[in-house]
């Protein structure tokens, strides 16, 4: 499978700052997504991220608070704005190859805001 | 109601132990099936797919109920290195859905010596 490279692994920032993560593929992927996982609980998707178009959003998340790119097929980022201690989680970027195909994660971020 | 419901745990076995999760799924549609496994603090990673016919890897047997929209997993003679959460996941099957993967709240697995 792909090896993903998720980076910063971890940070801690202060509230009202933004921080973009940033998730580089090894190979080219047809789909990239971004997970928020808090402790203990369930993945959460974020957003589906479209290769040279707007990401596809999921219901409670929106593009100001966490804007996507996806420039290419290898690389995607995800930054979190405004930040708040509500944000702090682990968001963990994944790829999957084809509609019927498991998704691959890199190794999360944990980002813990003060 | 939610796409995957899990049995959610935790369960506390002893090492050479057989234990078994149970999931359910909403999507008579969904056509892929996988289990996941997640360690404390870590990514999740595929354990394996579900094939309808059911499959074997090892120690680890899947298998998949259409009818009842049920997939399960065993585990045989466990090791405490199986200690984890269990993720059950299912795929979305048509439209703006197709491609998302749907995935259990988990199911925490605790093997003690």
């Known amino acids: 499978s792909a090896v993903i490279s998720q980076k910063p692994s971890r940070d801690i920032c202060q509230r009202g700052t933004s921080l973009t993560i940033q998730c580089q593929v090894d190979?080219?992927?047809?789909?990239m997504f971004w997970y928020r996982q808090q402790p203990g609980q369930s993945l959460t998707l974020i957003a589906t991220?479209?290769?040279?178009?707007?990401?596809?959003?999921e219901s409670g998340f929106v593009i100001d608070k966490f804007p996507i790119s996806r420039p290419n097929l290898t690389f995607s980022t995800l930054t979190v704005s405004n930040m708040s201690p509500e944000d702090s989680s682990i968001y963990l970027c994944?790829?999957?190859?084809?509609?019927?195909?498991?998704?691959?994660f890199g190794d999360g971020t944990r980002l813990s805001i003060l | 109601r939610k796409e995957v419901e899990q049995d959610p745990g935790p369960f506390n076995v002893p090492e050479g132990a057989t234990v078994a999760f149970n999931c359910t799924y909403s999507n008579s549609a969904s056509q892929s099936f996988f289990w996941y496994r997640q360690d404390c603090r870590k990514e999740p990673k595929l354990l394996m797919s579900v094939y309808s016919s059911g499959n074997e890897d090892g120690r680890f047997t899947a298998q998949l109920n259409r009818a009842s929209q049920y997939i399960s997993l065993l585990i045989r003679d466990s090791k405490l290195s199986d200690s984890a959460t269990y993720l059950c996941v299912v795929n979305g099957d048509r439209g703006s859905t197709l491609g998302r993967l749907y995935f259990g709240r988990g199911t925490q697995l605790t093997v003690w010596p």
């Open positions: 994944s790829v999957q190859q084809g509609a019927y195909q498991p998704q691959h």
């Open positions: 190979s080219q992927v047809t789909m």
């Open positions: 991220a479209n290769q040279g178009s707007e990401a596809t959003y």
